[in-house]
């Protein structure tokens, strides 16, 4: 008990010093808080209501009243892609958290116990993982139809496969460290070593994940978005934003090219965070920053 | 050998797990099909004509047998919009796909791995910082809004190359013009992911005591990298691009889309909007299909790019 | 005229640490079939010695400042790069510690000699391969013809060292580097590949520039030996004379830690000997004589001034304040 908290603090602990001295980790988290902040505080910083539609400034070039321009409904681009953090955040976060929780608890129970539960676990887990993501989503959404909730457990459940198989790559090698081992030994039961020992220990490589495809669910709810079978319209979210510019490309470029772009900075947020998280948390790496 | 048929041997099952999945994603979900095709106001009498016309009414376990011997079969159903037999249909689309997704991995491969050496031989030069932010690009950008700037720039300002369209079967200059785009805009998608695990792998290579060997025969530094290093590195570089295939697929779903091109992708998502359950199934299927069979060749590959591997 | 001269060598390595000067001033040089040992515990720049006279250093964080490496009247660190391509492995070549890993695992080992034949000697296929097995056939591998078409990994540990030397003689080279060629092997075959080593320096008339930090294997083989510490040379003199009369207080310390050389040490029954300390690091070197922490015979001076290499007669050379 007493060694895995050690090990805890010395992460929780060298932290800070470890973001600095990655600084596109720094970028990325600077890109994500940005991103988190337009979310939040969306009704307040954006210029025009999304939704609201003005017919007499319609697909308006960027100027100084509509800085990114407007829509064929003469909104503001600009405020629907504020609102559109909002979306994309939500989605991201609750289905990497359902993702991760189911994930972890199907990893943590195969890789602990292993023999014919993980065999039987992990058979169904490659299955999944034998369709292409994408797929999956497309194929859950159109069983459950349209709309957020939809969305959120078909990139969730689309994530469980990877999350498990992270979880149970790490379990295997806490299980056999020493404080594993002891408190075995001492007779802690199967749920207390699980939940006391091991998941403290796998935390870090989850979390790394957490942050990757927090990036990856953001770009499948824009995609689903897209493809009009995700998030429906007037709802702003960045895939019908930008599915709704394609409409218009010849005319105005800009719906499209704006709307893809929020996509893709947060979406290099959340990577180069999540990147600079693992190289900073390998331990491999640690020792070549520290030696040179 | 043994090797081979081993690995041939368990992919059957496989296989029949991928149906299973298929059968499960559309059937075992509370609520008839025939309810969501029909719509909430469909009369009882409707619902239930749809649902003996089909089949759905009997137990699950028996639709499932079904489902299964008849798909081992090649018999995907009837599709509920046009009626025409899916399999037949899948036909049609599959060779647009196999085109978009044969030239954009190899534009992928090409980018990725030229740009994951490139970088590797000199590790932090200005070359391997833009690769990196190439790469970087590559696993950020939505493949549909990298596929839309492509249009705007080369399509619709340049006018270089059409946009919309997968052109005339038989008419190969027209078909390679119109795949130009929509290559690149998967290619690129992909190519991100290669170029990461071509350079980590070909670093860690490159460290490695026989590489020294290599040089002090005096060996040209190209001959060095490519037939000494590369080979060894190659086994990861192979297992990525063969995983990368699924988000390739993936990519393919949209760049259909965005392009307007005949394919299974965008049969697949036309089959969704329509909610014309069984072409969705068949065209999930046979693309699922696709991926296994290609990690089935990566693996295959492994044999025989290292003899520790076949003779093991 | 020397076949190889090393001249104020300085290879220093670049880091976030600070700069380390793994070879600092080393000068000696390598007749024409010769065996000349070069000796010193690891991490005293004999390796970099080497390598840098092959150009095999990873540069960054490795830079050759000051120097010549004289060879065939020209100086090696001058010549373009396709020049020393064409010099190595054709008149200069080299065999590693590691023979397990330094084979390519995913090449034959007949492909691995037959690439070098076919680089150097302008050999068609066919040639070059009938080559590498009579090579195979000169190392004494047993049936060389199918071992040829075997890769490293079914190989044992002795048998890919005879296989790195046959590679490394194929072309004839004027001269051998030979890096630790027998640490990493069993002590019954470590006696083979020296005995190997040997046989075919005879026949071919290669000089061999030996690396080793045990100085037993010299003993048999070298006719000079070059003791380096710290990037430094400390002592060089003939085989018997470094044996015999040793005059560096780190080269006796070499010896002493030597269990058996013939039967003086048993006779007199002297304890087996460690120096005492480490190495120091490369980035952290004492002041004065580097190795004066370590050494039993420390003077005051020791500990502020370097000492010089001075000549103390019969191509005897010293670098101690013992001998001003």
Not at chain 2, 147 to 171: C, E, Q, R, V, Y
Not at chain 3, 100 to 126: C, F, R
Request: glycine share 8%.
């Amino acid at each position: 008990m007493r060694d895995a908290n050690y090990q805890k603090d010395k992460k929780t602990e060298s932290g800070l010093k470890m973001l600095k001295r990655s600084p596109t980790a720094v970028i990325g988290l600077v890109i994500v808080l940005i991103v988190i902040f337009c979310g939040i505080f969306a009704p307040w910083i954006s210029p025009y209501d999304p939704i609201k539609t003005d017919l007499y400034s319609r697909l308006k070039a960027p100027d100084k009243d509509h800085w990114l321009g407007t829509d064929k409904l003469g909104r503001d681009v600009l405020s629907r892609i504020i609102w559109g953090a909002r979306v994309s955040l939500k989605v991201g976060v609750i289905s990497v958290g359902i993702g991760m929780i189911i994930g972890v608890i199907i990893g943590l129970i195969g890789g602990y116990f292993g023999g014919i539960t993980e065999k039987a676990i992990f058979s169904l887990v490659d299955l999944m993982l034998s369709v292409p993501p994408l797929l999956l989503a497309l194929a859950i959404v159109a069983t459950l139809g349209p709309g957020i909730g939809p969305v959120m457990t078909a990139v969730g459940i689309s994530l469980i496969p990877i999350f498990a198989r992270v979880a149970r790559g790490s379990v295997l090698t806490v299980k056999e460290q020493n404080y594993v081992v002891s408190a075995r030994a001492l007779g802690a039961s199967h749920l207390d070593i699980m939940l006391r020992h091991i998941l403290p220990n796998i935390l870090t490589p989850v979390i790394v994940m957490a942050t990757l495809y927090c990036a990856f669910a953001i770009i499948m709810e824009a995609a689903l978005s897209f493809l009009g079978i995700g998030i429906q319209p007037p709802e702003p979210t960045w895939g019908t934003i930008l599915s709704h510019g394609q409409q218009h490309m010849r005319t105005a470029a800009w719906i499209s090219t704006f709307s893809g772009l929020a996509i893709t900075i947060t979406v290099l947020g959340f990577n180069l965070l999540g990147d600079g998280l693992r190289d900073l948390m390998d331990p491999n790496m640690r020792h070549v920053i520290q030696t040179k | 050998m043994t090797y081979i048929i081993k690995r041939l041997l368990l992919f059957i099952p496989t296989l029949i797990g991928v149906i299973t999945l298929v059968f499960l994603i559309l059937h075992a979900i509370p609520g008839s099909p025939a309810t969501r095709v029909l719509g909430e106001f469909a009369t009882a009498e409707s619902i239930a004509e749809f649902e003996r016309r089909l089949g759905l009414d009997r137990p699950l376990i028996e639709q499932y047998i079904d489902f299964v011997t008849s798909y081992a079969t090649g018999d995907f159903g009837e599709s509920y919009r046009t009626g025409e037999e899916v399999i037949d249909q899948l036909a049609l689309e599959l060779p647009y796909t196999l085109h978009l997704v044969t030239a954009g991995m190899i534009i992928a491969i090409i980018i990725g791995v030229g740009l994951g050496i490139v970088s590797a031989i000199k590790p932090n030069s200005l070359l391997d910082n833009i690769g990196r932010i190439i790469a970087l690009l590559g696993v950020s950008m939505p493949v549909f809004w990298s596929g839309m700037i492509l249009i705007i720039l080369f399509g619709l300002k340049l006018g270089w190359f059409p946009i919309i369209g997968a052109g005339d079967t038989g008419d190969v200059p027209d078909i390679l013009h119109r795949l130009v785009l929509p290559a690149f805009t998967v290619g690129f998608l992909t190519s991100g992911v290669i170029m990461r695990m071509t350079r980590s792998s070909m670093l860690e290579v490159l460290d490695q005591d026989y590489i020294r060997t290599a040089f002090s025969k005096g060996l040209a530094d190209t001959i060095v990298y490519l037939k000494h290093a590369l080979k060894n590195a190659a086994i990861p570089i192979v297992t990525v691009i063969g995983l990368s295939f699924g988000g390739l697929l993936s990519g393919t779903v949209l760049t259909e889309t965005i392009f307007a091109r005949h394919g299974l992708g965008k049969f697949l998502v036309d089959a969704i909007l329509w909610k014309d359950y069984p072409a969705a199934q068949g065209c999930i299927f046979v693309i699922s299909l696709m991926f296994l069979v290609i990690n089935l060749i990566t693996d295959l590959i492994y044999g025989v790019l290292d003899p520790r591997i076949r003779h093991a | 005229m020397h076949l190889l001269q090393i001249k104020n060598l300085k290879t220093y390595f670049y880091t976030t640490d600070g700069i380390g000067k793994a070879v600092d001033d080393v000068t000696f040089s390598l007749e024409k079939s010769e065996t000349l040992g070069l000796v010193g515990e690891s991490g005293c720049g004999k390796s970099v010695t080497a390598l840098s006279v092959m150009r095999l250093l990873k540069e960054p964080p490795a830079r050759i400042v000051n120097g010549q490496i004289l060879f065939d009247g020209t100086d090696l660190l001058r010549r373009t790069k396709k020049d020393i391509k064409a010099i190595l492995g054709k008149r200069i070549s080299m065999i590693f510690q590691e023979p397990m890993t330094s084979l390519n695992p995913v090449y034959t080992i007949g492909d691995q000699i037959a690439e070098m034949l076919s680089l150097h000697e302008d050999l068609a296929k066919k040639q070059s391969w009938e080559r590498a097995v009579d090579m195979l056939a000169k190392v004494q591998i047993p049936s060389p013809e199918k071992r040829a078409y075997e890769y490293p990994h079914q190989l044992s540990g002795g048998m890919r060292q005879r296989a790195m030397i046959a590679m490394a003689l194929a072309c004839n080279p004027e001269i051998l580097i030979a890096d630790e060629p027998t640490t990493a092997l069993d002590v019954t075959v470590q006696a083979q590949i020296i005995d190997l080593m040997m046989q075919l320096k005879n026949e071919f008339g290669t000089a061999i520039l030996l690396i080793t930090h045990d100085l037993g294997v010299v003993a048999q083989t070298a006719e000079r030996i070059v003791v380096m510490y710290t990037g430094k040379i400390v002592e060089e003199a003939e085989t018997l004379a470094i044996f015999e009369d040793p005059k560096h207080p780190y080269t006796r310390g070499l010896l002493q830690s030597l269990p058996n050389i013939g039967y003086r040490s048993f006779s007199r029954r002297q304890p087996l000997h460690e120096i005492e300390g480490i190495v120091p690091s490369l980035y952290g070197l004492p002041q004065g004589c580097s190795f004066h922490p370590r050494c039993p015979d420390v003077m005051a001076i020791c500990r502020q001034t370097a000492p010089k290499l001075v000549d103390i007669g019969d191509n005897h050379n010293v670098q101690c304040h013992l001998y001003p």
